[in-house]
Antibody, heavy 118, light 112 residues
């Protein structure tokens, strides 16, 4: 059974960088035709797609975040990561990582709350 | 970017009764391979979203057969044949035809 777990600081100061890691267990991150994705959800709001990375490292980003966003993959650690620079309070949200297979987000992490505040 | 619009946004349902949620996309989600790149997700209270339906009409593993998805092109519907108490939560449609992938606003299903 594939499992995903987000980890990283729960509190980030404005203008700093938000960094999260998603650790995949129960399967290799580099096997199969998968994408690995990040999604976020501000409190009491809907879901926002952040971006995705393929097993070969090809990325697609939400244009609204592209200038501040980097998603990377580390197959040796079975992890992929998100870096979002110059954060503001608007970036406060629960951040989810997920596996994507044939367009379907079939496995999700439990989510990590990140608060941007001084 | 493709905009997804759901209705209704709130759906009170009596247990045992059917329920339907509509989802419309601003562009056709039908690819030349014949598949509609439209998924449905349920986010139960306090939980992560879970996949219900993928490619428009395919139930994900472990999803009860009371859930079904229909539609093609720009108009899709999630049907629940007989609502149970465990079905409460937020339902989202999502297009995965092109990036950025995008979600509908969410439909909150509650039990009357």
């Amino acid at each position: 059974q594939v499992q995903l777990q987000e980890s990283g600081p729960g509190l980030v100061k404005p203008s700093q960088t938000l960094s999260l890691t998603c650790t995949v267990s129960g399967g290799s991150i580099s096997s199969g035709s998968y994408f690995w994705s990040w999604i976020r959800q501000p409190a009491e709001k809907g879901l926002e797609w952040i971006g995705r990375i393929s097993t070969s490292g090809t990325t697609n980003y939400n244009p609204s975040l592209k200038s501040r966003l980097t998603i990377s993959i580390d197959s040796s650690k079975n992890q992929f990561s998100l870096n979002l620079t110059s954060v503001t309070a608007a970036d406060t949200a629960v951040y989810y990582c997920a596996r994507v297979r044939s367009g379907a987000y079939d496995y999700w992490g439990q989510g990590a709350l990140v608060t941007v505040s001084s | 970017d493709i905009v997804m619009t759901q209705s209704p946004l709130s759906l009170p349902v009596t247990p045992g009764e059917p329920a339907s949620i509509s989802c419309r996309s601003s562009q056709s989600l039908l690819q030349s391979n014949g598949y509609n790149y439209l998924d449905w997700y349920l986010q139960k209270p306090g939980q992560s979203p879970q996949l219900l339906i993928y490619l428009g009409s395919n139930r994900a593993s472990g999803v009860p057969d009371r859930f079904s998805g229909i539609g093609s092109g720009t108009d899709f519907t999630l049907n629940i044949s007989r609502v149970e108490a465990e079905d409460v939560g937020l339902y989202y449609c999502m297009q995965t035809l092109q990036t950025p992938h995008s979600f509908g606003q969410g439909t909150k299903l509650e039990i009357k």
